[in-house]
C-alpha cells in the first residue's frame, strides 16, 4: 500500500505525456529519476538515475555530466512523486514512458528506465528495512524499560 499524501496523479502523467523531460523526486528514496525525451544528433532520448545533492546548482551539474552533448532546460520539470516507487506502474506512468521511447526508437532508453525502476524498487527496499530494524535512524521516544 502506497503511504503519504495522495499525489496529483494526473498532473504528473500529464507532464509526463507532454514535457521533454522530467526529473522524478520521491519520498522514500534519496535519488532522482531523470527522463529525458531530448535527442540531437549526438543523443537520443536518456533515463538516469542521479545520485542525492544538496543543492540546485549541483543537481544542474548532475544534468549536465549525465546529458553532456545536450543543453540543460531552462526550466527543469521536477515531478514529486509521494507513492511508492512500484506505483510508477500500477498508475500507468511507466506506461506513458515506455509508449514516448517506443515511438521515438529509443530502445536504449527503454533498458535504462528498467534498469533505473530496478534498481529504485531495491533502493526503497532497503531504505524501509533501515527504517523497520532502526539502523541509521533516531527513534523520538525511547523504549520504555519493563
Do not use: C, K, N
Request: glycine residues 6%; hydrophobic residues 40%; aromatic residues 4%.
Amino acid at each position: 500500500m502506497d503511504g503519504g499524501p495522495a499525489s496529483d496523479v494526473a498532473a504528473v502523467l500529464d507532464t509526463l505525456r507532454h514535457s521533454d523531460h522530467a526529473l522524478l523526486r520521491f519520498e522514500t528514496v534519496p535519488h532522482r529519476l531523470l527522463i529525458d525525451f531530448r535527442s540531437s544528433s549526438e543523443a537520443e532520448a536518456a533515463v538516469h538515475l542521479l545520485e542525492p545533492v544538496r543543492s540546485l546548482r549541483e543537481r544542474i551539474a548532475t544534468i549536465r555530466r549525465a546529458r553532456p552533448t545536450l543543453p540543460v532546460p531552462t526550466e527543469l520539470q521536477i515531478v514529486g512523486w509521494s507513492l511508492r516507487i512500484g506505483s510508477l506502474e500500477r498508475t500507468g506512468a511507466l506506461e506513458i514512458v515506455r509508449q514516448r521511447f517506443v515511438d521515438d526508437g529509443a530502445q536504449e532508453a527503454l533498458r535504462q528506465l528498467e534498469q533505473a525502476v530496478t534498481q529504485l524498487d531495491g533502493l526503497e527496499r532497503d531504505e524501509f528495512r533501515r527504517a523497520i530494524t532502526g539502523e541509521g535512524y533516531r527513534t523520538l521516544w525511547p523504549a520504555r524499560s519493563s
